[in-house]
């Protein structure tokens, strides 16, 4: 007479540890078959031998149950709750296509209730996790993981600016006056602009006097007499100055209205390499080159 199998020894402790890891490690609520692809030897476990598992730890309250997807699905595992899914699934929605209106952050949200999505909206909102980018040309607003760039809020202001002082300064307008009033402009919006430029100027050396980036402009980008722009990185490598320095430099000539800096829109999407390569305030703008303005000195 054969002797008995002995039956399957239980999965080891390091094993059921493992399991717990792997829910934890999901950005939504999985079903055991799903998990069962995502355990690797010695941890390995097929549906049918991890789904009681998966309940035990639902029982002992260590993993949430969730219904299934659809009418055919199975229940779905996880340790967070409804309220976390939301959270998680707006995110990863906002990860995948960047900002997003509300209502497609809506379906991509909709295995929660309404009143889910509407409180984990708000708690994203409040703990700064997602930021509300206002209409831009009669659109709708946007939900991003980063504030809003005001570059293309302020472009066709800009453009009308520039088209203005153009003219100003045809007329003989003095850039000092023209200066002056543009500040006043803008304070007036309520940025604060010489605090900005004092606070840089007292932790920055002052520029150096010993290179005319005007000129070097000129010298590097023949066509920036016709209002060209020069390449931040093309002018520090040409000018040979060390980046603090150089980026005081330009600053000082944008404000005395000397050069016209060109914005990047979403330097936060660029590595740190590629930001060290532009101009920056130190207040988080960055400046990915500038061009003369008409007037400027020789």
Do not use: C
Not at 47 to 63: G, H, Q, W, Y
Not at 85 to 109: E, F, V
Not at 112 to 120: K, L, R
Not at 240 to 254: M, S, W, Y
């Amino acid at each position: 007479m054969p002797a008995k199998k002995a039956p399957p020894a239980p999965p080891s402790p390091e094993t059921l540890e493992r399991v717990l890891v792997v829910v934890q490690s999901t950005t939504e609520p999985m079903t055991a078959g799903q998990l069962s692809k995502l355990l690797v030897a010695p941890h390995k476990l097929t549906e049918a031998k991890l789904t009681p598992i998966l309940d035990e730890f639902v029982n002992s309250a260590r993993l949430k149950l969730f219904g299934a997807k659809t009418a055919k699905g199975k229940p779905r595992y996880w340790d967070r709750g409804v309220n976390e899914l939301g959270q998680s699934l707006i995110t990863a929605a906002i990860a995948k296509k960047g900002p997003q209106a509300r209502s497609s952050l809506r379906t991509a949200a909709k295995q929660v209730p309404d009143e889910t999505f509407e409180v984990a909206m708000k708690s994203l909102l409040e703990t700064g996790a997602i930021f509300e980018h206002p209409p831009l040309l009669k659109k709708k607003e946007l939900f991003g993981t980063t504030p809003p760039s005001p570059g293309p809020y302020l472009t066709v202001i800009g453009t009308q600016l520039t088209k203005v002082v153009d003219q100003l300064l045809a007329a003989k307008v003095p850039q000092s006056e023209m200066r002056r009033s543009l500040m006043e402009l803008v304070e007036a919006t309520g940025i604060s602009v010489y605090s900005g430029v004092a606070a840089h100027e007292a932790a920055s050396p002052s520029p150096v006097a010993d290179v005319d980036l005007l000129a070097l402009m000129k010298r590097i980008e023949p066509a920036a007499e016709n209002g060209a722009l020069v390449p931040a990185r093309d002018l520090r490598r040409a000018a040979n100055i060390e980046k603090t320095r150089f980026d005081h430099a330009v600053l000082e000539l944008a404000r005395q209205g000397r050069v016209m800096l060109h914005r990047h829109d979403f330097a936060a999407g660029l590595s740190e390499a590629e930001r060290d390569e532009l101009v920056t305030d130190g207040r988080g703008t960055y400046y990915v080159g500038m061009a003369l303005r008409r007037g400027a000195a020789d």
